[in-house]
């Protein structure tokens, strides 16, 4: 559990100490989380962004793509 935090040894002095350093470890979880969800939205905007490059394409009648004039 302490490691899944990276709640370590405290280097901080007293029972002080020890309460800054646990708030402080929560705020480092919190923050590694957010990055984890910035990296995920900045991943699936590089695709939306790529596949608005890509040229449109439909499918004709005879089901067959065929590309649009622009």
């Known amino acids: 559990m302490k ?3 990276r709640l ?3 280097p901080l002095k ?5 309460a800054i ?3 402080l470890c929560g705020c480092g979880h919190n923050i590694r989380k957010i990055l984890a ?3 995920l939205l900045w991943a699936l905007l590089l695709v939306w962004i790529a ?3 890509r040229p ?3 499918v004709n009648g005879s089901g067959r793509l065929c ?4």
């Open 3 to 5: 490691s899944d935090g």
């Open 8 to 10: 370590a040894r405290c």
């Open 14 to 18: 007293g029972t002080t100490g020890d």
């Open 21 to 23: 350093f646990a708030v």
């Open 37 to 39: 969800r910035l990296r």
């Open 51 to 53: 596949a608005a490059g």
């Open 56 to 58: 449109y394409r439909k």
């Open 67 to 70: 590309e649009m004039a622009a």
